[in-house]
């Protein structure tokens, strides 16, 4: 019969076993196809926008949608045209 009750030491070697295994499932590939179109500066951003659809949460007390995925303002290039086209990037693919 399982125990009902996990222990401290039960859970964190249940969450790093998953964490790992999730980190090894996950390679690099997600990190890189999300950074290629960035890299490869495309004409076409509508068609870009189309195939990967960001995911949401509504807010419970507004009912506003938030995207999952932030925009990180911390480390942006001195460049403001380069900032320019990285946030717009990013809004144009549904980051709120």
Request: charged share 20%; no cysteine; aromatic share 4%.
């Amino acid at each position: 019969m399982p125990k009902k009750n996990l222990d401290r030491r039960e859970f964190l070697k249940r969450l790093g076993i998953g964490a790992s295994s999730a980190m090894v499932m996950m390679g690099l590939d997600p990190i890189q196809s999300l950074a290629s179109p960035l890299l490869s500066k495309k004409s076409s951003k509508t068609d870009d926008a189309s195939k990967n659809a960001m995911t949401y949460r509504v807010q419970h007390n507004s009912g506003e949608h938030i995207s999952l995925l932030g925009f990180g303002m911390m480390r942006l290039p001195n460049d403001q045209t380069a900032v320019n086209e990285l946030v717009d990037y990013a809004i144009s693919h549904g980051v709120n």
